[in-house]
């Protein structure tokens, strides 16, 4: 297991004794609030931090019999495409140790696709949880923004994130998804949707008459042997009786800055909180609260996490802030509205969720930008605040390929019922 | 990182890898005393090279057209009830440093 490392922490945390989850063990990422179990978001920062409350989904796992095995390895506060700016380690992917298993929610996926977690709770705010799942061969969903409560997860960019289920099959995620959805009045962003909700029974593989749509944009630039194994599974999605139409999302070109510009606004105002005097990390530089805050962060935040408060700092300051963040919410409605558009004539749009198989350990951490750039099939999803959906579409040099399906709001059925689908 | 209008100039769709505008480490250092974030030279250094690719990046977004932002948000209340929350214990529990029941901070000035 240390191996992997796809923990930060193993500790237990035992669920009711009955419950749709009964007999199930499920690694929860550690930026997710458990109750007396520290809780490190990856950082330094919140090495010793220990919640005094459950977040919400921990509460409904538990009542739903649900075992708690362990608090997942992740990139920094969720900054990452690799898991490799943890402060803990990287985590190695399963299917190849050599490669990294994707992020931020890379613990989480490489624990489901090992087999030391049956499932996997992650959050996704550029694709978190659909890139592991992708990487590491296992299904990863991205609820519809307010679908889910994210109470007791600590933020990094509250208009973009959205916690989501990792499991080994379609069926699963969905049925884990059913336990942590619906309404939660701590998160005044959740809406009645999910309440009822009976996901897994949308699993049923039937995609006959069923229109996906294909966006180009996506998948262009692509890596070719991504790209064949993608067509390929959508070849035998036609095959079962979906019919394919090509859409254009011209939006999605900007998707990339806007989201960075976007994450990393929210990300400095969120982070502004780890000051070490409440909670985490305290240097013990002397002088006044300036110096000592500027040297506790010094100390207590890793690489990425700085830059990424520093270029949200300058795209909020004066003379920048209508340049880039401006321009950044105009795309984001640019991306909504295409993705709408789209949705007037097909039911799904299909893309590789990946545009490249699986980085090797070390490979991108000198090139921030060459990472941020395989965000750019998954961000638009949370741009748009859509359901999206990663499923193996098959492997290409023996590397999984993730397919990922994007569906319009609220409809987390359909695209697990096209999902289930690749499955067959 | 300097001017602005001075790069909105040259960003309709160069952002070819090399093309990126050098940032200034001395405008590194001011948004990092800004974002009360401590940087040693090495950090200022990298950050000034890969800050250049990174905005350079950014320049896409001045093709954006004005778009309609409108969205179906409503403002979601509660009653405003008291309710139980953490006990003072539970709420120091965490903290690097107190003293009689409250945080203790650095001096302010």
């Not at chain 1, 699963?172 to 959740?190: H, K, R, S, Y």
């Not at chain 1, 019919?243 to 800055?257: F, I, K, R, Y």
Request: aromatic share 6%; with cysteine.
């Amino acid at each position: 297991m240390a191996e992997l490392n796809a923990f930060i922490t193993e500790e237990t945390i035992e669920g009711a004794d009955d419950g749709p989850l009964a007999g199930t063990t499920v690694a929860v990422k550690d930026n997710i609030s458990t109750e007396g179990v520290r809780t490190t978001c990856g950082s330094e920062m919140l090495a010793d931090y220990v919640p005094p409350y459950d977040a919400t989904v921990v509460e409904r796992l538990t009542d739903a019999g649900a075992e708690i095995v362990g608090k997942a390895n992740m990139d920094e506060f969720g900054m990452g495409t690799t898991t490799e700016t943890s402060a803990f380690g990287a985590t190695r992917n399963p299917v190849d140790p050599d490669r990294v298993p994707g992020g931020s929610s890379g613990g989480s996926a490489a624990a489901v696709a090992a087999g030391e977690a049956d499932l996997a709770l992650g959050s996704d705010t550029g694709g978190s949880v659909r890139c592991p799942a992708a990487f590491c061969g296992v299904v990863g969903i991205k609820p519809t923004y307010g679908l889910v409560s994210r109470y007791g997860l600590i933020a990094y960019a509250n208009s973009l994130e959205q916690i989501g289920p990792i499991a080994p099959t379609v069926r699963e995620a969905a049925a884990l998804l059913d336990v942590i959805a619906g309404p939660d009045p701590n998160d005044g962003t959740t809406r009645e949707e999910g309440a009822d909700s009976d996901y897994a029974a949308a699993a049923d593989g039937d995609v006959e008459g069923l229109t996906i749509g294909i966006p180009t944009e996506l998948f262009e630039g692509a890596d070719e042997g991504v790209v064949e194994t993608v067509e390929a599974a959508v070849a035998d999605l036609e095959d079962q009786g979906a019919e394919t139409v090509e859409v254009s999302l011209p939006s999605v070109e900007h998707a990339v800055a806007a989201y960075y510009v976007i994450a990393m606004s929210e990300a400095s105002s969120n982070l502004a909180r780890f000051d070490g005097v409440r909670y985490g990390h305290s240097g013990d530089a002397e002088g006044n609260w300036n110096d000592t805050f500027a040297a506790t962060r010094e100390e207590g935040f890793g690489a990425e996490v700085k830059r990424r408060i520093l270029l949200g700092t300058y795209a909020l300051s004066a003379g920048y802030h209508d340049k880039y963040y401006e321009k950044a919410q105009d795309a984001r409605a640019w991306v909504r509205q295409d993705f709408e558009d789209a949705f007037e004539a097909v039911d799904v749009i299909a893309s590789p969720t990946m545009p490249v198989p699986p980085f090797e350990l070390g490979e991108g951490l000198d090139d921030p930008l060459k990472l941020y750039l395989a965000d750019a099939n998954t961000t638009p999803a949370n741009l748009a605040n859509l359901p999206a959906i990663s499923v193996p579409a098959g492997e290409s040099d023996g590397l999984p390929v993730g397919l990922q399906l994007v569906g319009p709001k609220f409809d987390e059925e359909t695209v697990i019922r096209a999902a289930s689908a690749v499955e067959n | 990182m300097s001017d602005t209008s001075d790069e909105s100039e040259d960003a309709a769709g160069d952002g070819a890898p090399g093309a990126a505008a050098a940032v200034d480490p001395e405008e590194v250092e001011h948004v990092a005393e800004l974002a009360r974030v401590d940087l040693d030279d090495e950090e200022v250094a990298t950050f000034a090279e890969q800050f250049a690719d990174i905005l350079d990046h950014f320049e896409a977004l001045d093709e954006v057209p004005e778009t309609e932002r409108e969205e179906e948000l409503v403002n979601v209340m509660r009653p405003d009830e008291v309710r139980e929350g953490l006990t003072q214990e539970e709420a120091l529990a965490n903290a690097p440093d107190s003293e009689d029941g409250f945080f203790k901070g650095p001096k302010v000035s």
